[in-house]
């Protein structure tokens, strides 16, 4: 199956910080999504995002799939940012199976 | 905005116990799944339904089962709990079983953290 790898697995940013976590994965994707949990475990879905650039407020993603990656750009980063970063991706022909990252944990101090 | 509900935060369990994780969603989308997750490990998908009474097995099925009565409700069952059960369960559900799309992408419920002793 496809291997997905994330950046860096821990990361600590004082407020006001940009940030750029990087997703690497093994095969062609047609579906690759990012995801934020919070500390008390939520996760939401942040971008879907098999190919180009989005932007939603002060996060922004690209995901450039010829060359299997994906990066996520958090700017002026505040506390509430903090929490964990997965990202999600799956094959032609996965249907409803997402192989998830293992996460980049991103702490964000005052 | 679309609510997935898991009816226990926190459950404490014996070995060889049976447990019922229940899972609700109130949008009535079609797809409904069960990952677990674990430190260094990620979500990994235990099972996923396309619609009542139907039923496919993720990546690690092994030692669970579901149900799938009611196209809002989606269990999760441990016939007989095990130490290496303990994780952190969370139901997710989408529109629909199409691929997926800016519309079409999965909602988490709050997790439930099962400890088996």
């Known amino acids: 199956g496809i291997q997905v790898e994330q950046s860096p697995p821990d990361l600590i940013l004082q407020e006001g910080a940009n940030s750029t976590l990087r997703c690497n994965f093994s095969?062609?994707?047609?579906?690759l999504q990012w995801f934020h949990q919070n500390p008390w475990g939520q996760l939401i879905n942040l971008f879907y995002?098999?190919?180009g650039t989005k932007q939603n407020g002060r996060l922004s993603a690209t995901t450039v799939a010829t060359e299997r990656y994906s990066l996520l750009y958090i700017s002026s980063s505040q506390t509430t940012d903090s929490g964990v970063y997965f990202c999600?991706?799956?094959?032609?022909?996965?249907?409803?199976?997402?192989?998830f990252g293992t996460g980049t944990r991103l702490q964000v101090t005052l | 905005d679309v609510k997935v509900t898991q009816s226990s935060r926190y459950l404490v369990k014996r070995t060889g116990e049976k447990v019922f994780l229940e899972c609700v969603q109130d949008m009535d989308h079609e797809n409904m799944f069960w990952y677990r997750q674990d430190p260094g490990l990620g979500l990994r998908l235990i099972y996923f339904s396309y619609d009542v009474k139907m039923k496919e097995k993720g990546d690690i099925p092994e030692g669970y089962s579901v149900s799938r009565e009611k196209k809002e409700r989606f269990s999760l069952i441990l016939e007989s709990a095990s130490t290496n059960q303990t994780s952190m369960y969370l139901c997710?559900?989408?529109?629909?079983?199409?691929?997926?799309?800016?519309?079409?992408?999965?909602?988490f419920g709050a997790g439930s953290r099962l400890t088996v002793l």
């Open positions: 999600a991706v799956g094959g032609a022909g996965t249907a409803s199976k997402l192989t």
């Open positions: 995002i098999p190919s």
């Open positions: 095969d062609s994707v047609n579906n």
């Open positions: 997710a559900s989408r529109p629909d079983r199409g691929e997926f799309s800016g519309a079409n992408v999965l909602t």
